[in-house]
Nanobody, 124 residues
Framework: QVQLVESGGGLVQAGDSLRLSCAAS????????MGWFRQGPGKLREFVAA????????SYADSVMGRFTISRDHANIMVYLQMNSLKPEDTAIYYC?????????????????WGQGTQVTVSS
């Protein structure tokens, strides 16, 4: 059974950086896509970034392109989201997700496994 545990959220100021971590367990993830999604207050859950485990191919939402970087660590089975130049509109609960497929998608409905989320708050 896949388990995903996020950490690294917090309260920061606009312009600061944060790195979110997702500890993954329960499977061999070579045939998975790992994603980060977020849900802000009163908003729908939205795609942030995703990475294909086997080759590191990544995809980003337009709103975070150039500011966020997704990566994975094979040895420790971790997925990271490095967030730079944070803005107040990045405030949200951030979720790690896993999809058993080699196809990267942006739709949260296509991801089978989810973590509990970590809160990121960016003050202006």
């Amino acid at each position: 059974q896949v388990q995903l545990v996020e950490s690294g959220g917090g309260l920061v100021q606009a312009g600061d950086s944060l790195r979110l971590s997702c500890a993954a367990s329960g499977r061999t993830f070579s045939s998975y896509v790992m994603g980060w999604f977020r849900q802000g207050p009163g908003k729908l859950r939205e795609f942030v970034a995703a990475i294909r485990w086997i080759d590191g191919k990544a995809s980003y939402a337009d709103s975070v392109m150039g500011r966020f970087t997704i990566s994975r660590d094979h040895a420790n089975i971790m997925v990271y989201l490095q967030m730079n130049s944070l803005k107040p509109e990045d405030t949200a609960i951030y979720y790690c997700a896993a999809r058993r497929s080699l196809l990267i998608t942006t739709l949260h409905e296509t991801y089978e496994n989810w973590g509990q989320g970590t809160q990121v708050t960016v003050s202006s």
